[in-house]
């Protein structure tokens, strides 16, 4: 008796032995440069700072507007919640198979069998008589067309009567209730760790839902900037050409007036409306282009477009650049940007799997139990007499089943080697998303200066060829040539100053960048907390989609 309760003592503590099949995962080493070898703008530091909100540093109440409520009714923000609440429906299922499993049953049946031969009345029938000698037994047989009756006696005295009452004979019917219940129960005992190493692994799949939203939100308010971004610089572009195109309005009125004082010949006239229909024909796209920018931030935000088009359709100009950007070190890379902390867990997630199909070779141990009664009538029930129980312990080993999971251990190694590979690819992407943001920035930072001195001198060319042609003192070639170049300098600096903006959103992109580093403010608490879209936008009407709430 000792010995079966230590033997079963040793199984129960089993599961807490701490013995785990397969690999243990640890975070894979990259080496990391101490600084960035990309070319660093005059206000780009490498210091740490809070680029939680980074869009806030544009001090722009419309863009804080536009992508609080992108944070708020963005639909791919909606689906990567969704998966994250997903994530951690399977890790409860995961750490389910670690208790025991049972429930209670109940059934009713009722059943019968067929009834014996009825004896119709007035049936022809046989009687047949057998007896011995006095004092012993004897027997009785009645034989009709469907029915064969017998019975056996004993001889009193060897005087034997029978009566026999006329009519029908019908037997009772062979039916009954049975009623039944009962619990039963199940433990797995996990010996070798295969239902641990699951947990694990639907841990990490929980964390890399998480990262993966984080994700999402930084791309999704980078996206949202961009594209304000590019409205304003669009507006500012067809500011630009309206100004153009009224000076050009103006030259050509004062060639008009020339040709009909016999001033000048009918060139000039016609060259001024040349240039001043190409001029023109710049409006159209550009207005397109500002049409196309709302209504893609229409889609961001997660609402119908016109509502967006009458808020948005006042120009204003491009914000102002942060005096300074702290970007951090390239080593901040591996614990900021969320796509990497995605692929670890990612890679955290298969090693663990591996655990799971190599515990597949060794015994599973259970322990099973059950308990009930079974009564054929309630009103009379007595569980004293009815009731039943088992209980006991039992093994599973497999035999013919072991190549199969060897075969899944292969499967389960490969996909942890293509995690490893999907890993440092994404680390390598990531430093080239931030060095080539970095290098952007400085650059067309440089551009934007010699574009803003290339600008003046074009104004101040423009104004010099006016003089000189009214004076007759110069060709009107020389005016046109000074009107395009100013007009094509000064459309590109609109274009720089707007890329410089984009790519300093790039930058806070690239090191993850518009996510709460401590995992602290998600798209619920926001919904929590913001009964409804941000009002900066002038004339704000509700969306047309009202904001989701988290399921609960």
């Not at 009825?118 to 029915?147: C, E, H």
């Not at 016609?270 to 931030?297: D, G, K, M, N, W």
């Not at 093994?395 to 072991?402: A, E, G, H, S, T």
């Not at 600096?493 to 993850?512: D, T």
Request: proline share 6%; net charge negative.
């Amino acid at each position: 008796m000792r010995s079966l309760s230590s033997t079963l003592t040793s199984i129960l503590l089993l599961p807490f032995s701490g013995c785990l099949m397969g690999p243990s995962f640890e975070p894979p080493r990259t080496d990391m440069a101490q600084d960035w070898s990309s070319p660093i703008a005059a206000n780009v530091s490498d210091g740490q700072a809070d680029i939680t909100a980074w869009w806030k540093q544009f001090h722009d109440p419309v863009l804080d507007a536009l992508v609080e409520t992108a944070l708020v009714s963005n639909r791919d923000l909606g689906v990567a919640e969704a998966r994250v609440r997903e994530a951690r429906a399977f890790r409860g299922i995961a750490a389910a198979d670690l208790r025991p499993s049972g429930g209670v049953s109940g059934s009713y049946t009722y059943e019968g069998s067929p009834k014996p031969p009825k004896i119709d009345k007035g049936s022809p029938v046989t009687l047949g008589v057998s007896d011995g000698p006095a004092g012993t037994a004897g027997s009785i047989t009645i034989r009709g067309d469907n029915f064969t009756l017998g019975r056996t006696f004993a001889d009193a005295g060897n005087t034997t009567s029978i009566s026999l009452t006329p009519g029908g004979v019908d037997t009772p019917d062979r039916t009954q209730d049975l009623f039944s219940t009962g619990f039963d129960a199940r433990w797995e005992l996990d010996v070798f760790g295969g239902v641990r190493r699951g947990i694990e692994a639907a841990d990490a799949d929980m964390d890399a839902a998480q990262d993966n939203l984080h994700d999402v939100q930084v791309i999704l308010t980078s996206e949202v900037a961009r594209n304000y971004f590019e409205l304003r610089g669009a507006q500012a572009r067809l500011d630009i050409t309206r100004q153009n195109i009224a000076a050009q309005q103006n030259t050509l009125s004062i060639t008009s007036l020339r040709f009909e004082a016999g001033l000048t010949s009918g060139l000039d006239a016609r060259q001024a409306q040349a240039q001043l229909s190409l001029t023109q024909s710049q409006v159209p796209f550009l207005e397109f282009s500002i049409l196309a920018s709302i209504y893609r931030l229409a889609v961001l935000t997660g609402q119908m477009p016109q509502p967006l088009v009458d808020q948005l359709a006042l120009a204003a100009p491009l914000p102002d650049m942060p005096p300074i950007v702290p970007v951090g070190l390239p080593s901040d890379l591996l614990r900021r940007r969320p796509d990497i902390r995605r692929s670890e867990h990612q890679l955290h997630a298969a090693t663990a799997r591996i655990g799971v199909a190599v515990a597949d070779l060794f015994p599973r141990f259970s322990m099973t139990g059950k308990t009930g009664a079974s009564v054929s009538d309630l009103a009379n029930m007595n569980l004293g007499d009815a009731a039943f129980w088992s209980f006991g312990p039992s093994i599973q080993f497999p035999i013919f089943d072991r190549s199969r999971i060897r075969a899944n251990i292969a499967v389960q190694n490969a996909r942890q080697e293509s995690a490893l590979s999907t890993y440092e690819q994404t680390v390598l992407l990531a430093m080239e998303d931030a060095e080539r943001s970095l290098a952007s920035y400085a650059k067309e930072q440089a551009r934007r200066a010699a574009l803003e001195e290339s600008t003046l001198a074009s104004k101040q060319a423009v104004q010099l060829a006016n003089d000189l042609y009214t004076e007759g003192l110069a060709d009107f070639l020389n005016v046109l040539q000074a009107q395009g170049s100013l007009f094509v300098t000064q459309d590109q600096l609109v274009q720089s100053e707007q890329r410089v903006s984009q790519n300093l959103v790039a930058i806070y992109k690239a090191i993850g960048g518009g996510w709460p580093a401590d995992f602290g403010a998600t798209r619920s608490t926001v919904n929590e907390t913001t009964k409804a879209p941000p009002s900066a936008l002038s004339g704000a009407e509700p969306s047309a989609f009202a904001p989701k709430q988290p399921s609960q």
